[in-house]
């Protein structure tokens, strides 16, 4: 089945071009079933190409899923074509009397900055605790992720001594979990970011569960609450040229930057790169969906 997407959004052709199930909202109308209803907070400041890239991973499922995508209104951004927010996205508030089946927050440039210190942490906190009782299952990803565990449990971040920046080899310590069915007992997946969770205060918290971890890149991906709140250090998400863009964009600023790891053939950012992730990007996403439709009630009311 499809994901539910005005015909106008930008992403609508370019996941047409690859194939990804996408319909109308007048076709799913004509569809006698109850669609996924998953929201989005996109807070990267590649606002179309996230787009592109969850919705391609979302709409690789047997199930129809309905996307609401969500701004923050106490933030102006400058990372979106003019106007594509305002037509596009509603703001957190206006949603806060719904629910939703799913909700994704996505990771955002402010990981270095104090929580309190960014400018729409109260919206975004509120937004945290609202789901806590009206979404059935929450995943954070990369910042969103260390937002979710410091708001609900007061687990810090520190900085890195250096960006940790490529692809790094995971291992599945809970293989019984349904978001790793049919996962490889290693499997690779992008990380990009200089700060990290501690390890030890998420171990220390019994509610907390630590499904996947690297000797490399720390702790990836922590659960609670049965799977209603998922917590990825990492970019799944990411397509095959992501990490190559964000290379050159701070070469080109004089950054202090490093080849990502485990990227490039040979390390040569003059040779296109080489993806090993996507496939457990599309199984790993395919597994939530799943079990949230298998999980969530039916009446959203009930939940």
């Known amino acids: 089945m499809p994901i539910k997407i005005p015909a106008t959004l930008p992403a609508y052709d370019a996941l047409r071009a690859e194939n990804v199930f996408a319909i109308t909202e007048d076709r799913a109308t004509h569809q006698d079933i109850r669609p996924l209803r998953i929201a989005i907070v996109n807070l990267m400041p590649t606002t179309l190409d996230t787009e592109i890239q969850l919705l391609r991973l979302l709409g690789n499922s047997p199930l129809q899923v309905d996307v609401t995508l969500l701004r923050m209104g106490s933030h102006d951004s400058r990372n979106a074509p003019e106007g594509h927010l305002e037509r596009f996205y509603v703001t957190s508030d206006t949603v806060l009397h719904e629910r939703f089946d799913g909700l994704i927050i996505t990771g955002a440039p402010v990981e270095t900055l104090p929580f309190e210190e960014v400018d729409y942490w109260k919206e975004l906190a509120g937004?945290?605790?609202?789901?806590?009782k009206n979404v059935f299952s929450t995943l954070h990803i990369c910042w969103g992720a260390q937002a979710g565990l410091y708001r609900r449990y007061g687990v810090g971040k520190k900085p890195l001594a250096s960006k940790l920046f490529g692809v790094f080899p995971h291992a599945v310590n809970e293989k019984l979990n349904p978001l790793f069915r049919g996962f490889d007992d290693e499997f690779l997946a992008p990380q990009s970011r200089h700060t990290e969770v501690d390890r030890n205060a998420i171990a220390s918290r019994k509610e907390l569960t630590i499904e996947s971890e690297s000797a490399e890149a720390g702790?990836?991906?922590?659960?609670?609450?049965?799977?209603r709140e998922i917590y990825v250090s990492g970019h799944l998400e990411y397509d095959p040229m992501t990490l190559d863009r964000e290379y050159k964009r701070d070469v080109a600023k004089g950054l202090p930057i490093a080849v990502p790891r485990n990227y490039y053939p040979g390390d040569d950012p003059r040779r296109p790169p080489l993806v090993r992730w996507r496939a457990h990007a599309h199984l790993f996403f395919s597994n939530w969906l799943n079990f949230v439709y298998q999980e969530t009630p039916y009446r959203l009311e009930d939940l």
């Open 127 to 132: 937004l945290i605790d609202y789901s806590s």
């Open 219 to 227: 702790v990836f991906i922590v659960t609670a609450r049965d799977g």
